[in-house]
C-alpha cells in the first residue's frame, strides 16, 4: 500500500451518488409496497459504498505507514476527528437544542415523553457516537448518524488491521481471518453480554447496526486497497469492471426487494438480505471502484468533473442534514415540494461544507510540513 497520499477523483464524485440514493430511500414517493417503493428503499446501499470506500481509502493512504506510536496515533486520531467529528457535533447540538424547545420536530417521536435523565442519557451516546450499540437508541439524534458508530470503531481498530497486512505475506487469508473473527465476536457480545439498554439485542440488530456485522464491507474495501498496491498497472480504456459491478450492484438491489421485510421494520433487513447488502453487494461496489481508478469511460469522467467532486465533497454535510430538523424546517416553513427541496437541501450542504466543515478540518488538521500525515 502506498506511503503517500493518493487521491481518486471519481471516488470523490461517487460518494455524491451514494448520499442521493440514501435520500431516496428517506423520500421515497412511491408507496411502501409497490415494486418501485421497495426498489428505491434498497437506497440504502449507499451506506455499504460508504463503508466500502471508507476501507479503500484508510488502506490507500495509511497502510504500511502505520506505527503504533503515541505520535502517530495521535495525528491519525486527529485526522480522523477533524474528519467526522466537528461538523457532527455541531449538528447533534442544533438537533438537540431545536428538540428541547420543539418536540414534535423529533422524527422517531420519542423525545417529548423522556425524562431528563432520558434526554442526558439519548444527548450523551449521541455525543459519544456509541448509540448505535443500543437498540432503542439508534435513530435518536440524528436518525442517520448510526452509521458514524460503526465508522468510528473501524477508525479504532483500522491501525491493528492495517499492522497485520503489512506484516503478513498472506493478506487475503489474513482479511477473511479479520472478518471471521470480528463476525464471531459480534456472535459472542450478543450472546454473553447482558442487554441493558438494549446493547446488542440480538443477532440481527448486531448485523445491521454494528462494525461487528457490518465489518465485511470495509474489509472489502481493504483488500481492493491490497490488490491494487500489488498491480500498479491497471489503466485501461474498457469498461468491464465498472459496468459488471454496476450490473452487479443492481443485481443485489433488486434482490434486495424480494427478500427484506415488508412493510419496513426497524429490523431492516431479512437474513436474506443481510446476505446480499453485508456479504454480496460490496463485491459490486469493489468492481465498481477498481473500474473507477483504472478503466477510462463517460462515468468516470462525469465523476471528475469540478460540480461532481464540489457534490461528492459536500455529501457529508448533505447526509448529515438531509434527513432531521433542518430538513423539517425547510419543508415546514420553506417548501414541501420534492422539486425544491432536493436542490434546497443540495445547496445548503455545498454551503455547510464552504463555511464550517472544511475550514474546521483545516484547521483541526494544520501542521508542519515535515510531520503531515496522509488523510482520506
Known amino acids: ?14 460518494r455524491a451518488l451514494a448520499a442521493y440514493t440514501v435520500f431516496l430511500t428517506h423520500y421515497n414517493p412511491f408507496a411502501e409496497a409497490s415494486w418501485l417503493g421497495l426498489l428505491l428503499r434498497e437506497g440504502n446501499s449507499g451506506v455499504t459504498a460508504f463503508f466500502v470506500l471508507s476501507g479503500f481509502l484508510i488502506a490507500t493512504n495509511y497502510g504500511q ?46 423525545w417529548a415523553g423522556y425524562t431528563t435523565q432520558d434526554m442526558v ?38 491501525p ?20 471471521v473473527t470480528l463476525l464471531a465476536t459480534g456472535c459472542a457480545i450478543v450472546l454473553l453480554v447482558p442487554h441493558k439498554l438494549g446493547f446488542f439485542n440480538s ?3 448486531m448485523l445491521t447496526y454494528t462494525f461487528f456485522g457490518r465489518c465485511m464491507e470495509f474489509l472489502y474495501g481493504i483488500g481492493l486497497a491490497v490488490f491494487l498496491q500489488r498491480n500498479a498497472n491497471q489503466s485501461g480504456r474498457g469498461g468491464f469492471y465498472t459496468w459488471g459491478g454496476i450490473a452487479w450492484i443492481a443485481a443485489c438491489v433488486v434482490a434486495g426487494t424480494f427478500v427484506n421485510p415488508t412493510p ?36 468516470r469522467n462525469m465523476l471528475e468533473t469540478r460540480l461532481m467532486i464540489l457534490l461528492g465533497k459536500s455529501s457529508y454535510a448533505f447526509y448529515l442534514l ?18 425544491l427541496f432536493f436542490p434546497l437541501m443540495v445547496f445548503l450542504s455545498i454551503a455547510v461544507y464552504r463555511l464550517l466543515e472544511e475550514p474546521l478540518q483545516q484547521k483541526l488538521r494544520a501542521r508542519p510540513k515535515a510531520k503531515a500525515l496522509a488523510t482520506a
Not at 456509541?130 to 440524528?142: D, H, L, Q, R, S
Not at 491493528?160 to 479479520?178: D, F, M, N, Q
Not at 434527513?323 to 423539517?328: C, K, V
Open 160 to 179: 491493528l488491521l492495517l499492522i497485520g497486512l503489512a506484516r503478513s505475506t498472506k493478506r487475503y487469508g489474513l482479511l477473511a481471518a479479520y472478518g
Open 203 to 205: 443477532f440481527n440488530f
Open 264 to 299: 419496513p421494520t426497524p429490523e431492516a433487513y431479512s437474513s436474506g438480505g443481510i446476505l446480499f447488502n453485508n456479504f454480496l453487494l460490496p463485491i459490486g461496489i469493489v468492481s465498481l471502484f477498481r473500474g473507477l481508478i483504472t478503466e477510462q469511460t463517460w462515468l
Open 322 to 339: 438531509h434527513f432531521g430538523i433542518f430538513a423539517t424546517l425547510i419543508k415546514r416553513h420553506i417548501t414541501d415540494s420534492p422539486i
Open 121 to 158: 442519557l439519548v444527548a450523551g451516546l449521541n455525543f459519544t457516537l456509541t448509540k448505535a450499540f443500543f437498540y432503542p437508541f439508534v435513530f435518536t439524534g440524528i436518525a442517520q448518524g448510526w452509521t458514524l458508530t460503526v465508522e468510528e470503531c473501524f477508525y479504532v481498530l483500522a
Open 1 to 14: 500500500m502506498s506511503s503517500s497520499k493518493q487521491y481518486f477523483p471519481a471516488l470523490t464524485g461517487i
Open 65 to 110: 505507514r502505520v506505527e503504533l506510536t503515541a505520535g502517530w496515533l495521535f495525528n491519525y486520531i486527529r485526522n480522523r476527528f477533524a474528519r467526522i467529528y466537528p461538523v457532527y457535533f455541531l449538528v447533534t447540538l442544533a438537533t438537540f437544542v431545536v428538540l428541547y424547545l420543539r418536540p414534535d420536530y423529533d422524527l422517531i417521536g420519542r
